[in-house]
């Protein structure tokens, strides 16, 4: 069985930044894509990243060029670095594993002065 742990989120100030982890296990991380999303109460849940098998990665408009994705394959770990949070990054963030379609159960975020 297939299951997604997210850790590391938080409350920081405007302009810090938050590493979130997400340990996979019942799998194996290099064998499947990957994605994190995020989900303000009432709105549907936002795609912001992707990797793929390889390593390559997307992101969504609204956090390129601060965001991060990486993965730790050897102990099945993917992080993602978020850097230069805004109040509008505030959410629950949930890693995704597209290829067998499981969710983790999220991790708060809020970002306020």
Same mark, same amino acid.
């Given at each position: 069985?297939?299951?997604? *742990?997210?850790?590391?989120?938080?409350? *920081?100030?405007?302009?810090?930044?938050?590493?979130?982890?997400?340990?996979?296990?019942?799998?194996?991380?290099? %064998?499947?894509?990957?994605?994190?999303?995020?989900?303000?109460?009432?709105?549907?849940?936002?795609?912001?990243?992707?990797?793929?098998? %390889?390593?390559?990665?997307?992101?969504?408009?609204?956090?390129?060029?601060?965001?991060?994705?990486?993965?730790?394959?050897?102990?099945?770990?993917?992080?993602?670095?978020?850097?230069?949070?805004?109040?509008?990054?505030?959410?629950?963030?949930?890693?995704?594993?597209?290829?067998?379609?499981?969710?983790?159960?999220?991790?708060?975020?809020?970002? %306020?002065?």
């Amino acid at each position: 069985q297939v299951r997604l *742990v997210e850790s590391g989120g938080g409350s *920081v100030q405007p302009g810090e930044s938050l590493k979130l982890s997400c340990a996979i296990s019942g799998t194996i991380l290099s %064998s499947s894509i990957m994605g994190w999303f995020r989900q303000i109460p009432g709105n549907e849940r936002e795609w912001i990243a992707t990797v793929m098998e %390889s390593g390559k990665a997307d992101f969504a408009d609204s956090v390129k060029g601060r965001f991060m994705l990486s993965r730790d394959n050897a102990n099945n770990v993917m992080y993602l670095q978020m850097n230069s949070l805004k109040p509008e990054d505030t959410a629950v963030y949930y890693c995704r594993d597209f290829t067998r379609n499981v969710w983790g159960q999220g991790t708060q975020v809020t970002v %306020s002065s």
